[in-house]
């Protein structure tokens, strides 16, 4: 079975501070991962996803996050925070060749101050 | 265009009640999944299906049952509503052909039972 651990409910940070969010998983099997977010009242959007290759993985809007395999890890980062980046952010696993789902993590609520 | 769309995106209704929530891509995916997201924003799989053939069924009461009339439809029917199913319900699609390599969300459905 595959679990994804975030380990920060909440992350306060202030504006154009540095951010990590952290994430990590447990899997018997080799993993995809990805970061999903979900802004207020709306459903999830990928921000980014690890598949395979290069393991350090970039968004569009200056998130990166890094695989880390001894670590069973793939924190999420960004070096300047802006306040429409205040979200929920969940981490997710999924099993690239067995039954097809998300195994989310719990959440990281991420609060920018101005 | 919205590629997952979901109606309606509120639903208050009393306890024992019956209803549904439909969901419809557009993107030409052969899978569709049913998410839960409790009170405390936690995400778990609930169904998916594999061109209109159930593929996952993560132990939910048969209370709920899902239809798929064809591969870009999947209803969700839950029938004498109780309290405890008070959450938002994501419909999600993806490629099954692309290996698990990313999953769209529609914008969720905000159940209440009272």
């Known amino acids: 079975a595959q679990s994804v651990t975030q380990l920060d409910s909440q992350v306060p940070v202030f504006e154009e501070a540095p951010v990590e969010l952290r994430c990590n998983y447990s899997s018997s099997v080799s993993v995809y991962l990805f970061w999903y977010v979900q802004y207020p009242n709306q459903g999830l959007q990928l921000l980014l996803k690890?598949?395979?290759?290069?393991?350090l993985v970039k968004s569009i809007n200056g998130f990166e996050a890094e695989f880390n395999k001894s670590q069973t890890s793939f924190h999420l980062r960004k070096p300047s925070v802006h306040i429409s980046d205040t979200a929920e952010y969940f981490c997710?696993?999924?099993?690239?060749?067995?039954?097809?789902?998300?195994?989310f993590g719990q959440g990281t609520r991420l609060t920018i101050n101005p | 265009d919205t590629a997952v769309s979901q109606t309606p995106k509120y639903l208050v209704t009393q306890m024992g009640n019956d209803k549904s929530i439909k969901c419809e891509q557009n993107?030409?995916?052969?899978?569709m999944y049913w998410y839960k997201q409790d009170s405390k924003k936690f995400l778990k799989i609930m169904f998916s299906?594999?061109?209109?053939?159930?593929?996952i069924n993560e132990t939910v009461p048969n209370r709920f049952s899902p239809k798929s009339p064809d591969k870009a439809h999947l209803n969700l029917h839950i029938n004498s509503l109780e309290l405890g199913d008070s959450a938002v319900y994501f419909c999600a699609s993806s490629a099954r052909g692309e290996m698990n390599t990313e999953a769209f969300f529609g914008q969720g459905t905000r159940l209440t039972v009272v």
């Open positions: 299906y594999n061109n209109k053939e159930l593929i």
């Open positions: 993107l030409g995916h052969d899978t």
């Open positions: 997710a696993v999924s099993d690239p060749f067995g039954a097809q789902k998300l195994v």
């Open positions: 690890y598949l395979s290759g290069s393991t």
